[in-house]
T-cell receptor, first 112, second 111 residues
Framework: DTGVSQNPRHKITKRGQNVTFRCDPI?????LYWYRQTLGQGPEFLTY????????KSRLLSDRFSAERPKGSFSTLEIQRTEQGDSAMYLC??????????FGSGTRLTVV | SQQGEEDPQALSIQEGENATMNCSYK?????LQWYRQNSGRGLVHLIL?????REKHSGRLRVTLDTSKKSSSLLITASRAADTASYFC???????????FGKGTRLHILP
């Protein structure tokens, strides 16, 4: 499978716990993006990487959120001290410059 | 901030009919993209139209772009049940790299 892979598909966690999501982009894509989507809304931009460099972070990304792409390949998104408002679908996408985005199937987070 | 805004928010049509969705945006763009999202799934890239293009086709999809009106439309011809999904337009504002999505149009194809 040469698409964008996200793990886990679903995550249920208790409020206050930390969670980490993983995204494996298409191997030749140098850019990787994280979005968050709540029910009935379009995806909201969180952050993006070019290779291993994090080039932009949205103001939506509070201090509890951190994203890494250590070797310019896969990326992780960590949420510390989760809150109920963090419940959402977290989407990862990758692309080569000038092309459209290829999205993964997302990780659905439920904070109880 | 929201860059693109789709219209209508929801659309129900009979199978076989054509579906038209519109998108308006605020700032100058290099390109505009349309995506489809089936319920609870990730987004699928449908088509990208560049600012110097006025119309583009892909199978049953036809996209137009009017940069003077800052608007685009997506036409799906001969709709099928499998076209039931949410459709989003997305643009990179101000030559930015990331794309910003609207709230989408929820299309429902009736049997």
């Amino acid at each position: 499978d040469t698409g964008v892979s996200q793990n886990p598909r679903h995550k249920i966690t208790k409020r206050g716990q930390n969670v980490t999501f993983r995204c494996d982009p298409i191997s030749e894509h140098n850019r990787l993006y994280w979005y968050r989507q709540t029910l009935g809304q379009g995806p909201e931009f969180l952050t993006y990487f070019q290779n291993e460099a994090q080039l932009e972070k949205s103001r939506l990304l509070s201090d509890r959120f951190s994203a890494e792409r250590p070797k310019g390949s896969f990326s992780t998104l960590e949420i510390q001290r989760t809150e109920q408002g963090d419940s959402a679908m977290y989407l990862c996408a990758s692309r080569q410059t000038g092309d459209g985005y290829t999205f993964g199937s997302g990780t659905r987070l439920t904070v109880v | 901030s929201q860059q693109g805004e789709e219209d209508p928010q929801a659309l129900s049509i009979q199978e076989g009919e054509n579906a038209t969705m519109n998108c308006s945006y605020k700032t100058s763009i290099n390109n505009l993209q349309w995506y489809r999202q089936n319920s609870g799934r990730g987004l699928v890239h449908l088509i990208l139209i560049r600012s110097n293009e006025r119309e583009k086709h892909s199978g049953r999809l036809r996209v137009t772009l009017d940069t003077s009106k800052k608007s685009s439309s997506l036409l799906i011809t001969a709709s099928r049940a499998a076209d039931t999904a949410s459709y989003f337009c997305a643009t990179p504002p101000n030559r930015d790299d990331k794309i910003i999505f609207g709230k989408g149009t929820r299309l429902h194809i009736l049997p």
